[in-house]
């Protein structure tokens, strides 16, 4: 699958097989989001990975879904803001360096055929106990990692001169 291919297969995936991921798949996986670019390279995140066999329980109270305990894995996306670079207004980019790697995660999931779902609508005290936080980190984002057992239900985009502007807003 091409970068182009991938995009395309990519949708929110909210139904999961309950197989097995190998280890040589997850690492691809936390591979490529270790790739990812951040601002002045500080890398301000860090994935949590979670076995979800045993600990359903918990991850429910992080996000009450039944699809969201069926994959075998869920990962949490957590930004560092003391590790953040930060624009000379002082505004910190460590939710947009944790949001790229979120993302690079996300496509090569896609590419090696397992669904993903970006969840932002999580109890976020519930995550930084179930998870273990601590108070200097803040929890990002959250997807299950496994096999689909849904078929897409695709979604529509506005059209492109919706969304560029040329030259000014
Ligand atoms: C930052 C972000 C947060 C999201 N949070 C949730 C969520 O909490 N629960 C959920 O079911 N989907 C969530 N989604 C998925 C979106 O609803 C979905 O990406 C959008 O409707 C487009 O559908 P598609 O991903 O299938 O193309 C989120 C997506 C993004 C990018």
Redesign the pocket.
Known sequence: MDVFETIAA???V?GYKRDPVNDETVQRVLEAARQAPTAANRQPFRLVVVHTRGNEEQLSRV?N?AWFVQAPLVIGVVAVPGEAWRRSDDKPYDEVDA?IAMDHLVLAATSLGLGT??????DPAAAREVLGLPDEVEPI?FTPLGYPDKE??R?SRRPLNELVKYERW
């Open positions: 990519r949708y929110s909210r996000y879904r949001t779902c970006w969840i932002a609508a999580f984002a897409p239900t979604t």
